[in-house]
């Protein structure tokens, strides 16, 4: 029986983890060819003067400035399903950072010698698009809709905590930004560990439901502890609604 439990709260983990690996290295892989297009888009054929060492260093730097950035940011934990306004901001303070070290680095070597003036301008509007776009375009696939609103988290407000992490717990926050409720969500518990360490619209996923208490603790170390629990899931039967 343990084993069975170990066994499956091994495999939850492993979710989590393929997930926001799989969401790190797409942003990765999108940093490295948003060099060589804004770099195409501003060269043309005339990129052909670079050698093939040179494209590769420097494609290579920025790659890695990039990963190390997107990890500090930690842009994997968003779920894309719930693309907003706050990660599109994510993604733009990411990409000014990226351009940013990666100009400091170049000068320290080069001294900017070989790059065109207007290629940091280019790569940062291509470095937001690939980011972005496949995020805002995998919600429009999902839900035929899109919407930006930048919520708003005023810590005058209640602290609330909601009880599952689905397209109940997307629409609760996204109201809550519309209106002008006397709550703030303070954190998500999920009824399953796939989500958990994620975040929808800047709230993150603290844990499942069992771990409430441990949630209510964390919580209560960092400010005001939440005052209700909202449960925002179909899937939780009456036993655990009773039970919290």
């Known amino acids: 029986m343990v084993s069975q439990i170990t066994t499956q709260h091994g495999s939850h983990v492993l979710k989590i983890y393929n997930r926001a690996n799989i969401a790190f290295f797409h942003d990765v892989i999108m940093a490295s060819l948003s060099f060589v297009i804004a770099l195409f888009l501003r060269l043309g054929s005339d990129i052909e003067f670079y050698s093939t060492d040179q494209l ?3 494609t290579g730097l920025f790659t890695g400035v990039a990963a190390i950035v997107f990890r500090a ?3 994997y934990r968003g779920v894309w399903r719930y693309a907003s306004l706050n990660d599109l901001l994510n ?6 950072l990226v351009i940013l070290i990666f100009l400091v680095l170049l000068f320290m070597t080069t001294r900017l010698e070989d790059l065109p003036r207007s ?3 280019i790569n940062w ?5 690939l980011l972005g776009g496949p995020r805002f375009l995998y919600r429009l696939f999902k839900d035929r809709r899109l919407e930006f609103k930048l919520d708003r988290n005023t810590h005058q407000r209640i ?12 629409l609760f926050i996204r109201d809550l930004a519309r209106s002008d409720a006397n709550y703030r969500v303070a954190g998500i518990v999920s009824g399953t560990e796939a989500r958990v360490g994620r975040d929808i619209h800047g709230v993150e996923i603290l844990g499942t439901i069992e771990q409430i208490p441990t949630v209510f603790k964390d919580l209560s170390r960092l400010g005001p502890p939440p005052q209700r629990l909202i449960v925002t899931s179909e899937r939780i039967e009456g036993l655990e609604i009773r039970s919290l």
């Open 56 to 58: 590769l260093l420097a």
């Open 73 to 75: 940011m930690r842009m």
């Open 91 to 96: 993604i733009t303070k990411s990409a000014s």
């Open 119 to 121: 290629l940091p301008f």
């Open 159 to 170: 602290p609330v905590l909601l009880v599952g992490a689905g397209d109940s717990a997307e």
């Open 125 to 129: 509007f291509v470095l937001i698009a």
